[in-house]
């Protein structure tokens, strides 16, 4: 038997505009996916995922026929749809992948509720690129696409500043282990937000894109570097304003914690998935009065 394992991601800075090229702070997590893949006799590829209760939440079968993959069962399915994309996309990268005189029993594990946003697709991607001995930002550029710094989370277990390259995307491992993360907490906005939305949002909004990346680079650089919380603070805000302003979408703060006594940034796609929240005191008690009942600590969350 093979296993496979990705980490889950988070994006501190340079949401957007990572796209665009911006350098960007991102975080792997103590939560992720697996893939395990069982040799079988039968000509077939069995697939099963679990969720984080060990739940079967998707189940299927193909058929391997003359090296490629055919799909015999709930063909109207969008995610069996999906699968056959990227086990397909892996194929044409790997022609050797798959082929065999052998089928497979493969079983996927979450260890994180998919509807946070914490990389359910971008850790797939990743093991199955890993499975198929291929390049996993190629398998992603064919199929999901973005900017890949996901990938680069699975593959990495410290933060990373992660930009777009010419050809390569630039990836380097940092310290960064903040004085104050005892101070930082993950809140779940209740909604599973579509980065790719998101995304084509902020391509039709942007606007001073070259200065505000310059601006954007500058502040990745002095969270990594700060040892204060009221700096640190100081630059979320002015984060949060750069790509308010980018994509003409209000600050989360205005929209929803307009009282609270800390900085919040949004992560990812804004109005969905986890933001980040800082404060002096535990803000749980805050958060779950507002119907937010999924707060995480910063080390609970970070890996």
Request: charged share 20%.
């Amino acid at each position: 038997m093979k296993s496979y394992y990705s980490n889950g991601k988070l994006l501190l800075t340079g949401e957007y505009a990572v796209l665009d090229g911006a350098l960007s702070l991102a975080v792997p997590t103590k939560h992720g996916q697996s893939l395990e893949i069982e040799v079988i006799d039968d000509l077939k590829l069995v697939w099963k995922s679990l969720d984080e209760n060990k739940t079967v939440w998707f189940e299927t079968t193909f058929e391997i026929t003359n090296n490629e993959i055919s799909h015999t069962v709930r063909n109207d399915n969008d995610i069996s749809k999906r699968l056959i994309q990227i086990l397909s996309a892996a194929k044409q990268l790997n022609p050797n992948f798959l082929h065999t005189n052998k089928g497979f029993k493969t079983t996927t594990r979450l260890d994180f509720p998919r509807h946070w946003g914490l990389g359910t697709s971008s850790t797939l991607i990743n093991n199955i690129a890993a499975w198929a001995d291929i390049d996993a930002y190629k398998l992603l550029e064919t199929t999901f696409g973005g900017s890949g710094y996901d990938i680069a989370c699975a593959q990495h277990n410290t933060p990373i500043t992660y930009q777009l390259g010419n050809t390569r995307p630039i990836v380097k491992s940092i310290e960064f282990n903040p004085s104050f993360k005892d101070h930082l907490y993950f809140v779940y906005l209740n909604k599973k937000q579509n980065s790719r939305e998101g995304i084509t949002h902020y391509r039709a909004n942007k606007s001073h894109l070259k200065t505000s990346i310059e601006d954007i680079n500058n502040i990745t650089l002095q969270m990594i570097a700060t040892d204060s919380l009221e700096d640190f603070e100081s630059l979320i805000n002015l984060h949060e304003a750069i790509i308010s302003k980018l994509t003409k979408q209000k600050v989360i703060k205005t929209l929803f914690f307009n009282d609270f006594k800390g900085s919040i940034k949004s992560l990812g796609a804004w109005g969905g998935d986890f933001i980040l929240a800082s404060s002096k005191d535990n803000p749980t008690s805050y958060f779950k009065q507002k119907g937010f009942n999924t707060v995480i600590p910063y080390r609970d969350m970070v890996l």
